[in-house]
């Protein structure tokens, strides 16, 4: 008799045991609230430039290249072969800047909500790819995520 209601209980257990894999699952989802594209665009005058755009989810911000120490990683960029090419002036940051103090890190913060971009000016003779890795951090009003590096790769035609 045991026996017939262990039976009984295995199919429960079984279901048991799937939803909460599956709520394991979906709890340990990683947070990707900022999608990066990369875009190079030849000028007349022999340059490319960089185009680094950054989309963020509603509530979500990316920080500018000037941060002081003691605040949230600043935005930056590091580019493979620096030799073989030179970058034109400072790397030029469009978007809807928004400067305020920040309780979080209690002090001015320049930030950039919904989308940045960020335009590197440079100048390349017989080079056809430009690589490197960016870093940023970004943040909503109630949390950060750490610092993430991700990978470019722009082709200079």
Avoid: H
């Avoid at 890190?105 to 003779?125: G, L, Q, R």
Wanted: glycine letters at 6%; charged letters at 25%; one cysteine or more.
């Amino acid at each position: 008799m045991n026996f017939l209601k262990t039976m009984n209980l295995l199919p429960m257990l079984a279901l048991f045991a799937l939803v909460l894999t599956f709520g394991q699952k979906a709890q340990a989802q990683v947070l990707q609230p900022v999608e990066w594209g990369f875009e190079s665009v030849a000028q007349e005058d022999g340059t490319y430039q960089l185009l680094f755009t950054a989309t963020m989810d509603k509530g979500w911000y990316v920080y500018s290249q000037d941060i002081e120490d003691g605040g949230p990683i600043p935005t930056e960029f590091a580019f493979e072969g620096e030799d073989d090419f030179k970058l034109v002036g400072e790397i030029e940051e469009k978007g809807e800047l928004v400067e305020n103090f920040d309780e979080m890190f209690d002090m001015n913060i320049k930030k950039y909500p919904n989308e940045v971009v960020f335009v590197a000016t440079v100048k390349a003779e017989d080079l056809k790819e430009i690589k490197g890795y960016l870093t940023f951090m970004t943040c909503d009003n109630m949390r950060c995520l750490p610092p993430e590096d991700v990978d470019f790769s722009f082709t200079l035609d």
